[in-house]
């Protein structure tokens, strides 16, 4: 096909890379050979260097090998944005095994799903979640590892102190009811790794669970080859723009087991030699900007909310950031009120760029020079991107909005045990349906109009209203459901439901809302819950006329 977006590139953009004959494992190794005495990571104030961090990933992973971890074998990680993390993923991909994993914020119901449906061998959680897993071990005969946030840290006296502060101090709940493996005591082992998965680069790396228009998410099954190719094309796009990738620092504030975090910031500047400053919890923006002050840092890749509620504190706005050069915003793109007061504060303009899970994520990327069209940049190298008619799959010109699919090395192989979803959204020939609609201009930048179906992201994550849809039809009360995406300033869009009750029933709307919780994790959760006393309005067909609901919805607010 005709790329001609290449013709626009940056210069020294290559507008075709090739792509290594690699593992994830293979730039692991060299990496922390390279960079010996760098640092990789820090976390509240304790650094690690490359160096340590490769002898931390061998312990761990020689420990798993003797727990019975082998090649193909499926492991969850639930945790955030802490040291262990990307110890804990490298260990497993070093043993062959495919990591899976889970927002630590899910209930125990969201958790289970994931957890049958990859048939998950072992897990490996933050204590402060373990409690999620009390009865999942029981029912599926589960092998947990529990970690605590200082374990990674060498002093013994740091975790000691801090231990002590979240148990005691803040009285975090850090209980569980079932024996569990003390993931400290892995990391010490330092008996040599014997076991030799044989890794080729299509081995199967990550099951990354996304939303599904079904109701229960789907497994997007990502190989070594799609990740390291991911991570060339970026490389590319970056290098003749940012220069020396290894000298830079990246904050780690959005959650790394997202996939545009796990790449943009993690594999990105990772595997480029750089150090990766993690922040557990950026919702605490005192604690945030802390981090920002003393850190130096030259990256920063955020959702437009982080952008918008940093904006919104006093102490980030008065600070200055000297070291601050470049700015990503993915998930979502940023929108221009928002880029451009972050611009004024900061002298950083956010890049947009677009991706999602089942491409690992970079579909395309814009240029770091500080300007804003409005685009998600252009296809990144390797990438064939077409625009298609909604309904007949026809080419369409030049900025004529229509569904976008993409092909490239990137793009995933399918959904995991999920032919019937795999077959909806790739056809023979490895193009993907993305299911968003945009066009491309005449230089061949995106542009992103909307979705095809009725997915709602919060704060960039998404929440596909048949799935809180479900957990309201299991309410006996309740007679019918519908959920819409409304527009919102603080999160980009807002969950809204609408029930109808039957006769002589009736719920408050707290008591609704506090029943969902029980289910669904946070973001999940309507903000407002409209109770209809008539029917809700139907298609000719007879499905709930959610455009009509929209309009109502607007209406009457």
């Known amino acids: 096909m005709n790329k001609f977006w290449t013709d626009n590139y940056p210069c020294g953009v290559a507008k075709e890379v090739t792509i290594p004959d690699t593992t994830i494992v293979d730039l692991v190794d060299n990496v922390c050979k390279d960079f010996t005495n760098c640092k990789s990571f820090t976390c509240n104030d304790v650094s690690l260097t490359f160096g340590d961090v490769g002898t931390l990933i061998t312990n761990l992973a020689s420990s798993l090998y003797e727990l019975g971890v082998r090649k193909g074998d499926k492991v969850a990680v639930i945790m955030p944005n802490i040291m262990q993390y990307p110890i804990i993923i490298f260990a497993i991909l070093k043993l062959g095994a495919v990591v899976v994993n889970i927002n630590p914020l899910y209930t125990p119901d969201e958790m289970e799903y994931i957890i049958s449906n990859a048939s998950v061998k072992m897990a490996i959680v933050l204590n402060m979640m373990a409690h999620k897993l009390n ?48 993931f400290r005591k892995l990391l010490t082992n330092k008996a040599p790794l014997v076991y030799n998965p044989n890794l080729v680069n299509t081995d199967l790396a990550f099951i990354q669970y996304t939303g599904a228009t079904t109701g229960k998410p789907k497994g997007a099954m990502l190989s070594h080859r799609n990740i390291v190719a991911n991570i060339t094309q970026i490389h590319n796009w970056l290098a003749p723009q940012v220069g020396n990738l290894s000298g830079q620092v990246v904050i780690d504030a959005l959650p790394l087991y997202h996939i545009f975090s796990l ?77 451009h007061e972050w611009y004024q504060v900061t002298g950083v303009m956010p890049s947009n760029c677009y991706g999602m899970t089942e491409a690992s994520p970079a579909v395309t990327m814009n240029t770091f020079d500080n300007s804003f069209d409005g685009s998600v940049g252009f296809p990144v190298p390797n990438t064939e991107l077409e625009i298609r008619h909604v309904e007949t799959q026809e080419l369409l010109p030049i900025n004529t909005p229509g569904i976008i699919w993409v092909r490239g090395p990137q793009v995933m192989s399918g959904y995991w045990d999920n032919p019937s979803q795999t077959e909806k959204v790739m056809d023979v020939h490895g193009w993907f349906n993305t299911g ?21 992201i919060v704060s960039g994550f998404n929440v596909y209203p048949v799935e809180v849809e479900n957990v309201l039809d299991t309410f006996t009360d309740i007679k019918e459901s519908a959920v819409i995406g409304v527009k919102d300033s603080g999160t980009g869009e807002k969950v809204v439901a609408f029930v109808v009750f039957e006769a002589d029933k009736f719920m ?6 506090h029943n969902l919780r029980q289910k669904l994790t946070s973001y999940k959760i309507p903000k407002e819950i409209v109770i209809m006393d008539k029917p809700l309005p139907k298609t000719l067909v007879g499905k709930i006329d959610k455009v009509a609901l929209g309009k109502f919805y607007t209406t009457n607010h």
């Open 436 to 456: 968003d609609i945009g066009y491309l201009n005449e230089k061949g930048k995106l542009f992103i109009s909307g979705r095809s179906n009725d997915m709602i």
């Open 135 to 182: 009865n999942i071990v029981k029912l599926y005969k589960l092998n947990v590892i529990v970690t605590k946030i200082p374990d990674p840290y060498p002093s013994f006296i740091k975790r000691g102190i801090i231990n002590f502060v979240i148990e005691k101090i803040k009285k975090t709940k850090v209980d569980y009811s079932y024996q569990a493996i003390a």
């Open 508 to 513: 408050v709307e707290s008591e609704i809302i």
């Open 263 to 339: 790449t943009a910031n993690l594999f990105t500047f990772f595997f480029g030699g750089s150090e990766n400053v993690m922040i557990p919890n950026p919702k605490d923006i005192h604690a945030t900007v802390k981090v920002l002050k003393k850190s130096n840092f030259t990256v920063f890749s955020a959702l437009d909310t982080l952008y918008n509620h940093l904006l919104s504190s006093e102490e980030f706005k008065s600070q200055r950031y000297p070291f601050f050069k470049y700015s990503v915003a993915g998930g979502m793109p940023a929108r221009s009120s928002v880029a």
